[in-house]
Nanobody, 122 residues
Framework: VQLQASGGGLVQAGGSLRLSCATS????????VAWFCQAPGKEREFVAA????????YYASSVKGRFTISRDNAKNTVYLQMNSLKPEDTAVYYC???WGWGADPTTGYDSRGQGTQVTVSS
């Protein structure tokens, strides 16, 4: 599965960005999709996940209330609206997919795409 994340950039603390994850895979609308991030020298971190229909979402505690994940299956795209950004949100963000929701929505992803850099200045 080829996934392409976009929408990153440089923003001041308190600002907003909207990331997009797009693919040409026909089955994308049946997939659970998640966003992850990775800062230099740090482990990959789970950010948010959304089920195939968009009716179920799950967020890391660090972003809950600030970020919103959504999807438009007609456009084969998942979004991550990022509000009230903090310098510690600075990282490369990328999306990944898996089949089903599973017992743990933060693990089990079998594909990831190229990321997009998010930089938040203080």
């Amino acid at each position: 599965v080829q996934l392409q994340a976009s929408g990153g950039g440089l923003v001041q603390a308190g600002g907003s960005l909207r990331l997009s994850c797009a693919t040409s895979e026909r089955a994308f609308g049946a997939r659970t999709v998640a966003w992850f991030c990775q800062a230099p020298g740090k482990e990959r971190e789970f950010v948010a996940a959304i089920n195939w229909s968009g009716t179920t979402t799950y967020y890391a505690s660090s972003v809950k209330g600030r970020f919103t994940i959504s999807r438009d299956n007609a456009k084969n795209t998942v979004y991550l609206q990022m509000n009230s950004l903090k310098p510690e949100d600075t990282a490369v963000y990328y999306c990944a997919v898996k089949w089903g929701w599973g017992a743990d929505p933060t693990t089990g992803y079998d594909s990831r795409g190229q990321g997009t850099q998010v930089t938040v200045s203080s």
